[in-house]
């Protein structure tokens, strides 16, 4: 039904751009995937403002008032197409809001916001936490009712780091969110009731199940009693319950690994050799793996992103190892492990990589993006990119270094649905991240009616002009619903836009 009402888009399209728009001096973020919401910042990263989108209404003199009528001067102004709602206070006086952060509960229009304090490079290190991780002296996730501002709830994580770019560090599945703190090596699993509060459910590093801490605390208390029984208090040689054990995880990770080389042979002897060969010559490294990552599968299974801390703070991962289990959150156990060039994973994320985006089954929109499991045409892409892969183990890493993905990090329009239109993915994509930008327009190609032009968006009234020769970078939010579009100029991805344009059909 959805995709056959999507067909309807191929005759709906942002026909018209007004250019270099009268903006407020925020800092534009997203429009939540239901479309009821326009998501910006203030520019000192202090206050939440939301907008709520509407249509373009003017009246005109006279009987001939068609598209060649000329537009009023008003329509330049970005309150003609979005009407502020509130503007609240997100961040307090040493905090600053993470721009790159939000995650929308759409059954409940609820909004997950996140706010730190500056970084700290050489942090000092306490007890439980992994070196060469910096820290944060806080770290604040806030759960807003957008509808009208009003805070519902909020978690604090004290010096700690989580990885908040872009949504890496958390994901959103249902009601329950996973949030990954990278310096104490722990998954915080919340739920976010109806009420509108944040409750702890788990925390999956340290320990795996609730009591796991009460009975190894018990274990080792009863153990030095019967020491002092002994040696009447002379024997200080007990271990510290917290260093002599690796983390709950980790156990599990181990235990994982060595049973799945075990039952590879049979003989015992080549069994010996193999598990010498395979797990304990590795053993330190599977030991000194931390966890980079996370997301949902389904509510009781994560995909665990596990590598070096190395590899968390470099940008470019393709080269470095890593390696990726799903975890069973209710029975504890780690149910499959591979390597991140492990030809397996790559098929499974081929041909089920919808099941990796693992959106609510309640979103109406999200569950219908294009992905090469859903789509012909991205399909044959891939298949063309592997073809011309001169190395396909470094293509099946590139692959496999988007795993795990990020929430909520692509737009749901029908202008990026694959099956109605062909776009230069280099240029633009549902993915929302700004791009190098281009003098030339960008064309959208019809799939179904013999790959005429539908549509094309220009960054600039005149491209080639000296205006033009000054952009860099384009960046584009494209309304999840209507024919509706903003393009963003900016001179650097550091910079605020130097022009902003709207797009939409006349």
């Not at 801490?213 to 208090?233: K, P």
């Not at 990552?293 to 890593?322: E, W, Y």
């Not at 919808?354 to 044959?380: G, K, Q, V």
């Not at 692509?410 to 930008?437: C, G, N, V, W």
Request: charged share 20%; hydrophobic share 35%; aromatic share 14%.
């Amino acid at each position: 039904m959805v995709h056959s009402a999507r067909r309807f888009y191929e005759n709906l399209v942002p026909s018209f751009t007004i250019y270099d728009v009268e903006c407020p001096d925020h800092s534009f973020f997203k429009f939540t995937d239901d479309g009821q919401y326009f998501v910006c910042f203030s520019r000192n990263r202090q206050d939440l403002i939301v907008y709520r989108p509407t249509w373009l209404s003017f009246s005109c003199k006279g009987e001939d008032c068609d598209n060649n009528q000329e537009l009023p001067p008003q329509v330049k102004r970005f309150e003609s197409f979005f009407t502020q709602l509130y503007v609240k206070p997100l961040a307090s006086s040493n905090e600053l809001i993470c721009k790159d952060f939000f995650l929308y509960m759409e059954s409940n229009q609820f909004g997950i916001f996140a706010t730190s304090t500056a970084q700290i490079q050489d942090a000092r290190g306490t007890d439980g936490a992994i070196l060469g991780v910096p820290s944060f002296e806080k770290i604040t996730i806030h759960l807003f009712r957008l509808e009208d501002g009003f805070k519902l709830d909020e978690k604090v994580f004290h010096n700690d780091c989580v990885n908040l770019t872009h949504n890496m560090g958390a994901f959103l599945y249902d009601d329950l969110l996973a949030v990954v703190s990278l310096r104490y090596q722990t998954i915080h699993i919340l739920q976010i009731r109806d009420s509108g509060n944040l409750v702890d459910v788990r925390a999956i590093g340290a320990y795996c199940r609730e009591d796991d801490e009460l009975f190894i605390n018990s274990s080792s208390q009863l153990a030095g009693n019967r020491g002092d029984l002994v040696d009447n208090g002379t024997n200080h040689d007990q271990p510290n319950s917290n260093n002599s054990f690796l983390s709950g995880i980790k156990q599990r990770l181990l235990s994982f690994i060595f049973r799945e080389i075990w039952s590879e042979e049979t003989d015992q002897t080549q069994r010996v050799q193999c598990l010498k060969k395979k797990f304990y010559f590795h053993f330190q490294d599977y030991v000194d793996l931390v966890i980079l990552k996370v997301q949902f599968l389904d509510r009781h299974h994560l995909l665990i992103k596990f590598g070096s801390v190395d590899v968390g703070a470099s940008r470019n991962t393709d080269q470095l190892p890593a390696f990726f289990a799903v975890y069973n959150m209710e029975t504890t156990e780690i149910v499959a492990f591979y390597q991140n060039a492990a030809d397996e994973l790559y098929l499974l994320f081929e041909r089920f990589c919808d099941h990796f985006h693992a959106t609510s089954i309640n979103s109406i929109y999200m569950n219908f993006i294009s992905s090469h499991s859903n789509n012909i045409h991205a399909l044959e892409q891939l298949k063309s990119m592997k073809n011309k892969a001169t190395s396909i183990s470094q293509f099946v890493k590139k692959m496999l270094s988007s795993l795990p993905l990020n929430c909520q990090s692509m737009s749901p329009s029908p202008y990026f649905d694959q099956s109605l239109f062909r776009f230069d993915e280099k240029l633009i994509s549902a993915t929302d991240r700004p791009r190098q930008s281009t003098d030339h327009p960008i064309r959208f190609n019809s799939r179904r009616q013999g790959d005429i032009l539908k549509f094309k968006i220009k960054t600039g009234p005149e491209f080639g002009s000296a205006d033009g020769r000054s952009k860099k970078y384009s960046h584009f939010l494209f309304h999840p619903v209507w024919p509706l579009a903003l393009s963003f100029i900016q001179p650097s991805l550091f910079l605020p836009p130097s022009a902003v344009n709207i797009h939409f059909r006349r």
